[in-house]
């Protein structure tokens, strides 16, 4: 996948890449010369993520929901490997719609492993996410952590999907790679602190509602950094199933974010509100450290740390 192993070109199908993780990812993909569909139902990413690569011989786009498993079985036929990001991006949103993740995320995943089944594909690349470890009370929390029991029906469902995962490459000789990812942060983003305390100062930027006390502290990578640690994971490992927690060793708090916004955006006279608790809302972990020794060792570190992630995702946005 990179310039540095054979240079082999791929045939690559990428699920969720008009998200924003997805479409930097396509972005990677197509300047490294890969053949790359991506296969979205734009629920939540959008065309001018990608649209740019429209023309390009090597580029297709299908609109389609991973919850269509006839038209995502013909489509994924014939491709090296799969990615997929595709899920519901909001955690959230679970606890307004019960089923959301178990539709979007795990249901999802199922189809595309069924898919691979039926068209004799062999690698898969998938997003999970640091929610699956839920609050354990180690930190740095390593990969062979256990047992897992998220506290959200987001990371639920991501853990659900390590499982389906785990077993279809056991009984299919299906090859994996699995990433549990810090908070991504960059230009696309379409949610998460950063993106909602910026759009909620430009509405009023006469009083800033901040979820939680403030002193929540999580893992932020810049989106750059998140995509070259897949890649080279995904060139570098090559266990049956490779799990890789995939962040910064660093944290920043909320508070730190709430003062380098309103002083970027100028609006230190906002009257700002918290609302209280240590969780941002149900479901959130208010203290997040995963270890990172385990790509460490394997050669890759994040160019950035979670501060420096946050001042130019920042940068971007506003």
């Known amino acids: 996948m990179n310039e540095e192993k054979g240079k082999e070109l ?63 079985t013909d489509n994924i036929k014939g491709h090296d490997v799969i990615f997929h990001l595709a899920a519901n991006p909001e955690a959230r949103e679970g ?40 609050e354990a009370p180690f930190v740095p ?5 256990g047992p897992l029991l998220p506290i959200s029906l987001y990371g639920a469902s991501k853990l659900a999907c390590e499982a389906l995962i785990s077993g279809f490459c056991h009984l299919f000789d299906i090859q994996a790679w699995i990433f549990r990812l810090g908070n991504v942060i960059g230009p696309r983003a379409t ?50 199933i490779n799990v890789f927690n995939l962040a910064t060793s660093t944290v920043t708090s909320v508070k730190d974010i709430v003062k380098s916004i309103l002083e970027k955006m100028e609006c230190q006279n906002s009257q700002v509100e918290y609302t209280g608790g240590r969780r941002g809302w149900p479901g959130d972990i208010p203290e997040v450290l995963t270890s990172v020794e385990k790509l460490r060792k394997l050669g890759w570190t994040a160019k950035l740390t979670s501060d420096e992630a946050v001042m130019k995702a920042m940068n971007c946005l506003i």
């Open 191 to 240: 949610h998460g602190v950063i993106f909602d305390l910026i759009n909620k100062l430009r509405k009023n930027s006469s009083i800033l509602e901040v979820l939680g006390d403030g002193g929540q502290t999580k893992p932020y990578i810049y989106v750059d950094d998140c995509i070259n640690g897949i890649l080279f994971g995904f060139q570098n490992a090559n266990e049956k």
């Open 10 to 72: 791929l045939r690559v199908f990428v699920s969720g890449g008009a998200g924003f993780i997805g479409s930097h990812l396509v972005d990677k993909l197509m300047t490294l010369g890969h053949t790359v569909t991506v296969y979205d139902n734009l629920s939540s990413g959008k065309v001018e993520f990608i649209e740019h690569h429209f023309g390009n011989p090597k580029f297709k786009f299908i609109k389609a929901d991973m919850l269509d498993l006839k038209i995502l």
């Open 95 to 134: 606890i307004y719609k019960t089923n959301l993740d178990l539709e979007q995320n795990t249901i999802a995943t199922y189809n595309v492993l069924e898919s691979m089944r039926r068209n004799n594909i062999k690698k898969i690349v998938f997003t999970s996410s640091g929610t699956i470890y839920g």
């Open 141 to 145: 929390i390593k990969e062979d952590y």
